[in-house]
């Protein structure tokens, strides 16, 4: 089974543009979060989907946004880029169909955006 | 709000040796789930054990353990018999049991020497 898998790997813009960065989740899997990584900042939660709806949100400014489609990939969007946006953004899939362990949580490789 | 904290920035192990990691959290929920996920130099988050609070049985995944201490609210990870691939970052993270939010504590780098 395939696992999560993100688009772009690596990306550079520079400050005020926008950028839109995509998740596909493991086959079957219905969540899909996303997590923002910087040295300083650590793993921060950004949001999670369900059957296309934001049940989730983290402490980010509006300039982040999301959505999920229903074949369940997602999207984040982040308008008006600063500099400090420069992080590897990680999408996580869950099943969350029942069953013990369905809220692992399960990784992809990360898109790590560069804002100049 | 959660905390999860992970006192060892870094720590270092002999291939071979055994090595706990710590991590302590802090909540008032009753129903909550532990996890550890393991980040390499590829950035690849990779889930290496998980704890229901309400299982009073410490979850082992091979060579994996860890000592769940729900009353001093504390998750940390065994690694016996390292090994040079177990190098990596190693993350705590909490979770509510009805919130699939992950919060993380800061990592612990971990090096396996040969």
């Known amino acids: 089974k395939a696992g999560v898998t993100q688009t772009p790997r690596y990306l550079i813009k520079t400050r005020g543009q926008q950028v839109t960065l995509s998740c596909s989740p493991i086959?079957?899997?219905?969540?899909v979060s996303w997590y923002q990584q910087t040295p300083g900042q650590g793993l921060q939660f950004l949001f999670e989907?369900?059957?296309?709806?934001?049940?989730n949100k983290g402490n980010f400014p509006g300039r982040f946004s999301g959505r999920q489609f229903s074949n369940s990939r997602s999207e984040m969007n982040v308008s008006t880029l600063e500099l400090g946006d420069s992080a590897l953004y990680l999408c996580?899939?869950?099943?969350?169909?029942?069953?013990?362990?369905?809220?692992?949580?399960?990784f992809g490789p990360g898109t790590r955006l560069t804002v100049l | 709000a959660q905390t999860v904290t992970q006192s060892q920035p870094e720590m270092s192990v002999q291939e071979a040796e055994t090595v706990t990691l710590s991590c302590t959290y802090d909540?008032?929920?009753?129903?909550?789930?532990l996890f550890w996920y393991k980040q390499p130099p590829s950035r690849q988050m990779i889930l290496v054990i998980r704890?229901?609070?309400?299982?009073?049985q410490n979850a082992t995944e091979n060579r994996f353990s860890v000592n769940f201490q729900k009353a001093a609210k504390s998750f940390s990870l065994k690694i016996s018999d390292s090994q040079l691939g177990d190098t990596a970052m190693y993350f705590c993270?909490?979770?509510?049991?009805?919130?699939?939010?992950?919060?993380f504590g800061k990592g612990t780098l971990l090096t396996v020497n040969p």
């Open positions: 996580a899939s869950s099943k969350l169909t029942g069953g013990s362990s369905s809220n692992e949580q399960f």
């Open positions: 086959s079957g899997h219905r969540s």
């Open positions: 989907y369900f059957s296309e709806t934001q049940r």
């Open positions: 909540t008032s929920e009753s129903n909550y789930y």
């Open positions: 704890q229901e609070a309400y299982k009073q």
């Open positions: 993270a909490f979770m509510r049991g009805s919130n699939y939010k992950l919060t």
